[in-house]
Structure formats: structure tokens, C-alpha cells
């Protein structure tokens, strides 16, 4: 049964992301830069001042009294602690691991233009927010489907089957991709480089020939007390929760980084050669040791690049959505840093670790292991072991301990969106039913032996790109109206343009009137 489910994962995987969902993502990235005059790049000053450059404005970082919204800065950490992830170490070294130095080119490719894809559902997402049942905003793809895709004429019942569609496959996700594959990546990495000999030695039972011991059932526990103590606080402790953490973790993960690349400085410029030549073809000695194709090194590097930052997918909107902004494009370009953090500081940081340290030969094409995760701790273990204890890989693990665990926050705050809108005036009880049944999945995520239940999720996660897609570009002309407008006011300082705020009238209004008394609200 679980071979047929894999068959048929494959063929469904393989369309969704190989043949349909990478190529609609880079050419949606491509048309919404065209549309937008090349926004990520001839906005760039302004865009970075508006987003890490207003870091200690009060309107960036201040907690707002409103329950029901959160700041701009905790929208930004929320959404990166769902996307800087497993995959920032584990995504980085299997797409060279499977792809090649080549792939790190098309993963930097896929986020040049997957910031004006994340751009643009931000936008989206803010424009089309509105308030829920318990008075918090609630966007995402699933509203703008809804109401701007079929607010086309005759898209009414195209637009709403794209949202259900996509709100489905967002909580299937969030409980694989999520929540089970995150928790399983941290209990075996954990477990492996801090063992209790007396916790692992008593398997529980053997699973497809891998033990599942006592040590990985506890960890499961703790992890699941950990993220229910959060979840369950709701939005709120969730941001607060991810401001303190996530600014954290990425800069101890781009120092320690940083010190091997830089104790390898003579290797970066090899590393760089390698990446560049092996971006536009497959030399011999890596084609032959490892069966690299062109294909495979763009669709790999592609393919990691948004399992990394989630550019395109539209999970991360849903939460960029509570913010207390009034500007959608304001947002929008929090989504471009966001890409920019994730894929353009932290992947890199990761390719130029396995690269520089040795652990891939880049003359031969030889890697020492091919286990993502391995390759990665065995390149910190090049520089940060002490006699036979290998500090690297324990590093390694703390990272993507803490790493998954935020990503598990940030995908509960997705799938319950999700819920929410799937429920209806039922949301309040079903988000509720949700983040327990959320909960109590980690502790299976921990003794989970089986990669079909992270393959199928996979493919769900595949499948929340294409509807979202779909509407992004069935809307990129009111992207462009949007932008426009907001460059006449904010850069260009015209005085006679009325803000474009909001599909609702009411809301439109009331955004338009805060901005007036207060210039300097976003």
C-alpha cells in the first residue's frame, strides 16, 4: 500500500514541481518584475530604508495596543521563522548534493525573482485582509482568489474553487512539511549528536529497519509541550515568541559561518568559479561521478530556492496579513527583504560553508557523505571539533533545532488561517480543534521512520504554489495600479493621488484618514 501511495506521490510530485510549479514560479517572478518597472532593483534603496533600515521606528517595532494585530517587525520574524528552516541547511547541501555548486546559482536566480512574487502576494494579501470572528486580520491567498480573481466577470466560481483548493492543501502541509518533517529532522539530529546512550539503547520497536528509541519518544514529548505552550497563546505569543528568537538564530548561524569561510578565504573564490561555471552546464567530473544534468541543476537549485524562502507558495502572507500596516506596498517590500534574508544571506552562507571547508572536492566532484544534513555538520566539524568531539555537528544540530522549531510556529499560524476560512462561521471551534490536533502530531513527527508522509506533504505544499500563482498573475495588473499609486505618493511626493489602500471602501477610507494625520505610519 505505501509503494502504490509512493508511486502515485511521485507522479503527482513530479508534475506538480519538476514540469508546472518551478517554471510558473520563475515566470511569475519574471512578470511581476517586468510590471513592476524592476521594483527589487530600482527601488532598492528605498525598499531596504523602509524595511531593515527603519528597524528602531517605533512604527516598525512597537507593540501595538490592538490585540488583534501585531507589529511589522513581528509579522517579518513570524514569517521568517516558518521559512528559515531545515531547508536553509538541509535544502542548501542536497541541492549540491543532487545539482551540483551550479544549483547555488539558480537558487540566488529563483529569489532574484521571487521577490517580487512574495512582493506581490504581500500586497495582495494586505489589500484584500479583512477583520475575522475574534476581530484580527485575516489575508492570504485564499481571499484574494475569492474575491480578486473572482471578482473577474464569470471567475466568481473559479476564483472560490482556487481558494478551497489552496486552503486544503495549506493544512495538509502545515501538518507534514510543518510540523512532522521539521519535528523529525530535529529529534534524529538532536538525538544522534547528543546522545544518552541510556535513553537510545531502548528501542521502543523497529520500523522498515530503523530503530525507534525511548530518547526520540521523549524528545517528541518536550517538543510538543514546548510548541503547545505557544501555539495555543495564539498569534500573539507565537510573534512574540519568534521576534526574540529568529534574529537570533541568524546571525549566531552567519557567525559561525562566516568564521569558516573566512578561516578558508583562499577557497571562496574557487567555491565562486564553481558555482558560476557549474550553473550553465554539467562539467564531466561532476556529471560523471554524480549523473548531473542541466535539467537537474536548475530544477534542483530552483526547487530549493522556494522550499527555503516559500516565494510563490503564499503560506507566509497569511501572517504578513496581521500586521498593523496601512500601506500594502509597505509589506510588500517586508516580502522582499524576506526573500532577500532568507535565500541571498543565509543559503549562501550555508553554500560557502560546504563549499570553502573541503568536505566537497571541487576539482573531482567527490562528497564525502550524501546526507544533506551530515555534509553540512561535517564542514563545521572541519574547524570547530575539539580532540574527537565534534562541536561542529552539535552546533549543526542546535540550528536546526532551532531552526524546525520556529518553522512548526510560524506553520501553525498558516494552517489555522487556513482552517479558519475552510470553516467558516464554524472557525472558532475548528481553529481551536486544530492547533491540538497540531500539537499532538509532533510527538508522531518524532518516532516517524517512513519518508512517504514527508513526500506526500511535499507535494501538497507543490500544490499550494499553482492556485496561488494562478491568482498572482490573473492580478498582476492591480499589483501594478497598486505600486504605482504608492510610488506617485511616497516617492515621487505627488499631492493630488487618493491612496489605494484596500478592495473595501470602508476600509480604504479608514486607512486613507490614519495616513493623513500620521504621514510617517506605514
Not at 574527537?388 to 536546526?400: E, K, Q
Amino acid at each position: 500500500m505505501l509503494d502504490f501511495l509512493a508511486r502515485i506521490n511521485d507522479v503527482v510530485n513530479t508534475f506538480v514541481w519538476t514540469k508546472t510549479g518551478v517554471w510558473l514560479l520563475i515566470i511569475t517572478g519574471i512578470i511581476m518584475t517586468i510590471m513592476t518597472g524592476g521594483f527589487q532593483f530600482s527601488h532598492f534603496a528605498h525598499w531596504w530604508k523602509k524595511t531593515i533600515g527603519s528597524i528602531l521606528d517605533k512604527n516598525v517595532i512597537s507593540h501595538t495596543k490592538d490585540k488583534a494585530t501585531i507589529s511589522q517587525f513581528q509579522a517579518l520574524c513570524t514569517a521568517l521563522a516558518a521559512t528559515v528552516g531545515v531547508g536553509n541547511i538541509a535544502g542548501v547541501s542536497a541541492a549540491i548534493i543532487t545539482g551540483g555548486p551550479g544549483a547555488v546559482f539558480w537558487m540566488w536566480f529563483a529569489a532574484i525573482f521571487g521577490m517580487m512574487t512574495n512582493y506581490s502576494e504581500n500586497v495582495l494579501g494586505i489589500y484584500f485582509r479583512r477583520k475575522n470572528h475574534a476581530d484580527e486580520w485575516s489575508g492570504g491567498p485564499m481571499y484574494y482568489l475569492q474575491d480578486g480573481l473572482g471578482g473577474y466577470p464569470h471567475m466568481k466560481g473559479f476564483g472560490k474553487v482556487l481558494a478551497v483548493i489552496f486552503a486544503i492543501c495549506a493544512t495538509l502541509a502545515s501538518f507534514g512539511i510543518g510540523n512532522m518533517g521539521q519535528v523529525n529532522k530535529i529529534v534524529i539530529n538532536f538525538t544522534s549528536s547528543f546522545d544518552i546512550k541510556a535513553l537510545s539503547s531502548k528501542v521502543l520497536y523497529t520500523s522498515r529497519g530503523t530503530d525507534v528509541t525511548l530518547y526520540m519518544l521523549i524528545a517528541g514529548i518536550v517538543l510538543m509541550v514546548l510548541v503547545g505552550f505557544v501555539v495555543i497563546g495564539g498569534l500573539q505569543r507565537i510573534a512574540s515568541v519568534a521576534e526574540k528568537i529568529v534574529p537570533f538564530m541568524v546571525v549566531a548561524f552567519i557567525a559561525g559561518s562566516l568564521v569558516i569561510i573566512l578561516l578558508n578565504i583562499r577557497a571562496v573564490g574557487p567555491a565562486f568559479k564553481a558555482i558560476y561555471s557549474g550553473a550553465f552546464n554539467a562539467p564531466a567530473v561532476w556529471g560523471g561521478v554524480t549523473g548531473i544534468t542541466f535539467k537537474t541543476i536548475i530544477t534542483q537549485g530552483c526547487k530549493r530556492g522556494v522550499f527555503s524562502n516559500e516565494a510563490g507558495l503564499g503560506s507566509s502572507v497569511m501572517v504578513h496579513s496581521n500586521s498593523n500596516v496601512k500601506e500594502p506596498v509597505k509589506q510588500g517590500m517586508w516580502g522582499i527583504f524576506e526573500v532577500f534574508a532568507d535565500t541571498i544571506i543565509v543559503c549562501t552562507m550555508t553554500a560557502l560553508v560546504v563549499l570553502t571547508s573541503g568536505v566537497v572536492n571541487l576539482e573531482t566532484g567527490a562528497i564525502e557523505t550524501d546526507s544533506d544534513a551530515v555534509l553540512v555538520a561535517d564542514a563545521f566539524n572541519t574547524i570547530f571539533k575539539v580532540g574527537n568531539v565534534n562541536i561542529g555537528s552539535m552546533f549543526v544540530a542546535l540550528a536546526i533545532l532551532v531552526f524546525a522549531f520556529t518553522t512548526v510556529l510560524g506553520w501553525s499560524q498558516y494552517g489555522s488561517k487556513a482552517v479558519e476560512y475552510l470553516a467558516g462561521k464554524h472557525a472558532p471551534i475548528a481553529t481551536k480543534v486544530y492547533k491540538i490536533f497540531f500539537v499532538l502530531l509532533i510527538v508522531s513527527g518524532a518516532l516517524m521512520t517512513s519518508s512517504i508522509a514527508w513526500d506526500i506533504s511535499d507535494t501538497f505544499n507543490g500544490m499550494m504554489m499553482i492556485p496561488n500563482l494562478i491568482g498572482v498573475l490573473a492580478m498582476s495588473p492591480l499589483v501594478t495600479k497598486i505600486t504605482r499609486n504608492y510610488s506617485d505618493r511616497r516617492i515621487r511626493g505627488k499631492k493630488d493621488v487618493a491612496p489605494l489602500l484596500s478592495y473595501d471602501p470602508k476600509i480604504n477610507e479608514e486607512n486613507a484618514k490614519a495616513l493623513a494625520e500620521d504621514p510617517d505610519m506605514d
